[in-house]
Each structure stands twice: as structure tokens, then as C-alpha cells.
């Protein structure tokens, strides 16, 4: 289950958000990051997302094809939504967070692809808000994502 994050937390994170939500086009710019850091970070992710291994994560083939747009846009995406639902209705974002590890091992992610993708959105956020992504900040994330990440795992594990 999603364990209760703490007041602090919770409002690091979301202020954090955010100002990440104030940047142009922000879905398409931190997505963009995301995922070529994911990438750079964790190769073999990039078959998940039906990209040869071996691209180059600096090529236009890459970084301006539409299906890498679509995913970095969702992922973006999906994120708003598990944020905007941490507090009060925990209780169905833990039933959500489970059953998305369930779909996922269907696409092929395996439980130490989790700590890339955390360390991908940990880059992305420093990326973005600059010195404005403190160190208390910082905290409140790797928190907040390994409680939402630990769902995720434990259906993926029960598979």
C-alpha cells in the first residue's frame, strides 16, 4: 500500500510540481528528458518502448519521432495524476499504482527497471527547476516515488 506521506512531503513535492507545470510545453519538455535519461541510463528500456537497443539517444531518429513524443508526454502525464491524487484518496491511488504494475509486466518492465526510471525523474526535475530543486526537495521525491513505485513492484512480484 502506498504508505502516508507526511505533510512536509507531500508539499515539496507538489510545490515542486508545480513550478515544473509553469514551463512551456512542460509534458513534451520533461518527458523528453525523462526518457532520454532513462535511456542513457537503463538501454535495454528502450525495447519496451519499441526502439532498437542500439539508437543513438542523441539522434533526431529518437528524440523527434512521434512514438518517443507520445510516451514522454504520457509518462508526464500519468505522474500529474498519481500526484494530484497523494493525501486524501491514497487509498485508490494504491489500487491504481498496483494494478499499473500488473499491466507493465505484460510490457515487459521488470522490477529493477524501477530504480532507473526514479533516478531518470530525479534528473529530469533537477534539470528543469534548477537550484530551485533543494535538497529537502530532493528527499520529498526519492520518498514520494519509491512509495508509489513499491506497488507497483509488489503486483509485479506476485505475477
Avoid at 40 to 56: M, N, Q, T
Wanted: glycine share 6%; aromatic share 10%; hydrophobic share 40%.
Amino acid at each position: 500500500m502506498v504508505r502516508e506521506l507526511n505533510y512536509t512531503t507531500i508539499s515539496h513535492v507538489m510545490e515542486s510540481w508545480e513550478e515544473l507545470r509553469r514551463v512551456p510545453d512542460y509534458e513534451n519538455v520533461a518527458g523528453k528528458i525523462l526518457f532520454k535519461r532513462l535511456f542513457e541510463d537503463c538501454p535495454k528500456s528502450k525495447v519496451l518502448f519499441g526502439f532498437p537497443i542500439g539508437i543513438d539517444t542523441n539522434s533526431p531518429e529518437l528524440l523527434d519521432s512521434k512514438r518517443f513524443l507520445m510516451h514522454a508526454s504520457y509518462m508526464i502525464q500519468m505522474l500529474d495524476t498519481a500526484l494530484n491524487m497523494l493525501g486524501p484518496d491514497i487509498e485508490l491511488l494504491t489500487e491504481i499504482m498496483y494494478e499499473l504494475g500488473s499491466k507493465h509486466v505484460r510490457y515487459g518492465v521488470r522490477p529493477e527497471m524501477f530504480p532507473h526510471m526514479g533516478k531518470a525523474l530525479l534528473f529530469t526535475l533537477s534539470e528543469v527547476l534548477g537550484k530551485r530543486f533543494s535538497p529537502q526537495v530532493k528527499t520529498a521525491w526519492v520518498e514520494t516515488y519509491d512509495s508509489l513505485s513499491q506497488d507497483m513492484i509488489r503486483a509485479q512480484l506476485k505475477k
